[in-house]
């Protein structure tokens, strides 16, 4: 005589193939076999009900645990977390100024999350920049900002959208707070035709609106920005233009002279140099006469800031705009930051600096690190929210990475599309006089 299949319980009658029904079969699913006794029927029926009734207890147990735990993770987080928290900050040091932005700020939990979630995207981003930069899926130049999060953040959190933002080749983390997303910046370094750019213009030439780049050349962005900043004026709409530079550029003869036109204009022209010590392999100290960058302006006043905290760079930030925009003419800041790859992916970075300088400042001066401490020991979040953060970004970094290198790239004949903004198309000469191309706007 068979035996009966054992299984799992089911909601569905399972047959074995002899067919009899399994113990797993719910409660009325099996009848008498011919020759069994009564008896035996019964303990089958007995046996199955005892199965099916361990089944809903086991079942109903875990739904309860995970109902629990919800509830829990739901309960301490509206234990544990505050709205806001004041926070002490580093003092800027002034020139030409009688007062400075405040020495405290409020963090509300919002905006701690935001600042976080930026500031992770923006290191992560760059990250995967340098892994698909020694894969070769990006080619020619790439300047990455990882460790100078908490300037590109911070300064974006000072500002309104509808201002003006223009800095050097050392952008991608202004083209992401600008608006840019990680897929479009990603894309647009692999040189592919979802790139901000249309594959076209790289690692130094992005663009998104109110967002000017992006710029190859050494301070070239000086004078431009002091442009932005005339036809804000000139408009009369209350808006303010970020010049962004590096202590390298800041010897530029033409950075002078945008200080001066500014000056002499009174342009709402904020000159920010973010400072990280090094213009590509030289030293501030070997390479500045004076490297108290935020006096350079000379007539114009000058904040030193800590670059490395963001709210430090917030406040500083809200106090120059809020002093451009009362018409008293342009302001210079000087970030004080740090960065913790070389001047470019051809640079190691540890040839005129040591890897112990290096992990000292990620070690005590980390922008993330000091963030995720001061809402941590406030409780405006917890480690377990804080870990989330970083596991969807992490997700959102490796899409997006999947999509730049798979993404086609631009098609031939668009080499000559965009070269204006709003024109009727043309020709324009290739490498030589039998290429052509069309340009259309």
Same mark, same amino acid.
């Given at each position: 005589?068979?035996?009966?299949c054992a299984g799992p319980a089911s909601?569905?009658?399972?047959?074995?193939?002899?067919?009899?029904?399994?113990?797993?079969?719910?409660?009325?699913?099996?009848?008498?076999?011919?020759?069994?006794?009564?008896?035996?029927?019964?303990?089958?029926?007995?046996?199955?009900?005892?199965?099916?009734?361990?089944?809903?207890?086991?079942?109903?147990?875990?739904?309860?645990?995970?109902?629990?735990?919800?509830?829990?993770?739901? +309960?301490?987080?509206?234990?544990?977390?505050?709205? #806001?928290?004041t926070f002490e900050i580093k003092k800027?040091?002034?020139?030409?100024?009688?007062?400075?932005?405040?020495?405290?700020?409020?963090?509300?939990?919002?905006?701690?999350?935001?600042?976080?979630?930026?500031?992770?995207?923006?290191?992560?981003?760059?990250?995967?920049?340098?892994?698909?930069?020694?894969?070769?899926?990006?080619?020619?130049?790439?300047?990455?900002?990882?460790?100078?999060?908490?300037?590109?953040?911070?300064?974006? %959190?000072?500002?309104?959208?509808?201002?003006?933002?223009?800095?050097?080749?050392?952008?991608?983390?202004?083209?992401?707070?600008?608006?840019?997303?990680?897929?479009?910046?990603? %894309?647009?370094?692999?040189?592919?035709?979802?790139?901000?750019?249309?594959?076209?213009?790289?690692?130094?030439?992005?663009?998104?609106?109110?967002?000017?780049?992006?710029?190859?050349?050494?301070?070239?962005?000086?004078?431009?920005?002091?442009?932005?900043?005339?036809?804000?004026?000139?408009?009369?709409? #209350?808006?303010?233009?970020?010049?962004?530079?590096?202590?390298?550029?800041?010897?530029?003869?033409?950075?002078?002279?945008?200080?001066?036109?500014?000056? +002499?204009?009174?342009?709402?022209?904020?000159?920010?140099?973010?400072?990280?010590?090094?213009?590509?392999?030289?030293?501030?100290?070997?390479?500045?006469?004076?490297?108290?960058?935020?006096?350079?302006?000379?007539?114009?006043?000058?904040?030193?800031?800590?670059?490395m905290d963001v709210l430090c760079v917030?406040?500083?930030?809200?106090?120059?705009?809020?002093?451009?925009?009362?018409?008293?003419?342009?302001?210079?800041?000087?970030?004080?930051?740090?960065?913790?790859?070389?001047?470019?992916?051809?640079?190691?970075?540890?040839?005129?600096?040591?890897?112990?300088?290096?992990?000292?400042?990620?070690?005590?001066?980390?922008?993330?690190?000091?963030?995720?401490?001061?809402?941590?020991?406030?409780?405006?979040?917890?480690?377990?929210?804080?870990?989330?953060?970083?596991?969807?970004?992490?997700?959102?970094? #490796?899409?997006?990475?999947?999509?730049?290198?798979?993404?086609?790239?631009?098609?031939?004949?668009?080499?000559?599309?965009?070269?204006?903004?709003?024109?009727?198309?043309?020709?324009?000469?290739?490498?030589?006089?039998?290429?052509?191309?069309?340009?259309?706007?």
């Amino acid at each position: 005589m068979s035996q009966c299949c054992a299984g799992p319980a089911s909601i569905t009658r399972v047959h074995c193939p002899d067919g009899a029904t399994c113990i797993g079969a719910p409660e009325g699913d099996a009848e008498p076999r011919p020759g069994l006794p009564a008896v035996v029927t019964g303990r089958r029926r007995h046996l199955q009900h005892s199965v099916k009734n361990m089944l809903a207890a086991f079942i109903s147990r875990v739904l309860r645990r995970v109902a629990q735990k919800s509830a829990r993770r739901v +309960l301490v987080a509206s234990r544990k977390s505050s709205n #806001d928290a004041t926070f002490e900050i580093k003092k800027c040091d002034l020139y030409l100024l009688e007062e400075g932005p405040p020495v405290t700020t409020v963090l509300t939990r919002a905006e701690g999350l935001k600042y976080y979630r930026m500031m992770l995207t923006v290191r992560r981003m760059e990250l995967k920049a340098d892994q698909l930069y020694k894969q070769k899926f990006i080619r020619g130049f790439c300047h990455l900002c990882d460790g100078q999060e908490a300037c590109c953040v911070g300064l974006e %959190a000072g500002i309104n959208p509808s201002d003006h933002v223009i800095t050097s080749y050392r952008a991608h983390g202004v083209c992401y707070t600008r608006g840019l997303s990680v897929r479009s910046i990603l %894309a647009e370094l692999t040189g592919r035709r979802g790139g901000c750019a249309k594959g076209k213009g790289g690692s130094m030439h992005m663009y998104t609106k109110n967002f000017y780049g992006g710029n190859g050349i050494v301070g070239a962005q000086g004078p431009l920005g002091a442009g932005i900043a005339l036809a804000c004026k000139y408009k009369g709409n #209350d808006e303010i233009c970020l010049t962004l530079y590096g202590d390298g550029a800041a010897n530029q003869g033409q950075i002078a002279e945008a200080f001066n036109m500014a000056a +002499l204009w009174k342009l709402p022209c904020v000159f920010i140099c973010e400072n990280n010590l090094y213009g590509m392999g030289t030293s501030t100290e070997r390479a500045a006469a004076s490297p108290d960058y935020y006096k350079r302006g000379n007539f114009i006043p000058g904040l030193k800031v800590d670059g490395m905290d963001v709210l430090c760079v917030r406040e500083a930030t809200k106090f120059a705009a809020n002093y451009c925009r009362s018409g008293k003419g342009p302001i210079l800041m000087e970030l004080q930051t740090y960065r913790y790859h070389g001047h470019s992916m051809s640079d190691p970075g540890v040839s005129y600096r040591t890897r112990e300088e290096i992990q000292e400042v990620r070690s005590k001066r980390d922008p993330i690190i000091i963030l995720q401490d001061r809402m941590v020991n406030s409780k405006l979040a917890t480690v377990e929210e804080l870990k989330e953060i970083g596991a969807e970004v992490r997700k959102e970094i #490796d899409d997006a990475a999947q999509f730049a290198t798979t993404d086609p790239e631009p098609h031939l004949e668009e080499l000559g599309h965009h070269i204006y903004s709003s024109d009727s198309s043309f020709e324009v000469r290739g490498a030589n006089p039998w290429i052509k191309f069309k340009s259309v706007s």
